[in-house]
């Protein structure tokens, strides 16, 4: 089967309002791959900008995090995911490492993200990825599978139909030393295997893209992986020209 083609661009803490605006311009002028979904998440406060900036064209706004309250409420400083489609973002991103590591979130706590996301109609984009460390120990594929079983456990079967996985290797990111194509296409296909364990359907359909240094030279060859869906890009989304090239690696 044919899965969706996903690029998406993660800002971070990067940006401005001068700056979403000319770079949406130049990605609505600009060639866009037309068998690749494109979707930029850009920092809470200028989504609805975006979204604004992006209307009538097939780029999609996405927030990178996401309360995992489904009510709102309380929660001084969260961002729910009704707010969220309320400003026009399709996709969240959920369970990052920079979240993992500098605010403690936990596997459980990105299941109820990607759980929320879900409910209020946003597509949930999943971050797994083990340490340097863990690397060199050989526990790779030891991490990587608690991470996919807290997820299959605690996420309900739609959200599990319905997300995107994004493998983010923690030494890759933002350090140039990407993945090599055959760490990456080893470690997607390891992740549809196990979720193939839990539903052959789901592991066949969902996307799973790979982030971590993804550059316009060294993309060709990661994108050739069999289970490599796309890319999930930091530094390089944060111009168009580059971010481009990229998602068009993929066509
Ligand atoms: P990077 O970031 O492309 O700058 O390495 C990727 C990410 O953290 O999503």
Known sequence: MTRQTLIVGNWKMNG????VDSFCEALTDSSIPRSAELAVCVPFVYIPRAVAALAGSRIAT???????????????????????RDCGARFAIVGHSER???HGETDELVAAKANAAYTLALTPIVCLGESLAQREAGETETVLAAQVAALTGACSASTLGHMVLAYEPIWAIGSGRSATPEQAQAVHAFLRARLAEWDAATAESTPILYGGSVKPDNVGLLAVGDDVDGALVGGASLQPEPFLKIANAFE
């Open 100 to 102: 993992r590591a500098r």
């Open 62 to 84: 996405g927030s990178q995090d996401i309360s995992e309250q489904k009510e709102s409420g309380a929660f001084t400083g969260e961002v729910s995911g009704e707010m969220l």
């Open 16 to 19: 401005s309002a001068a700056h």
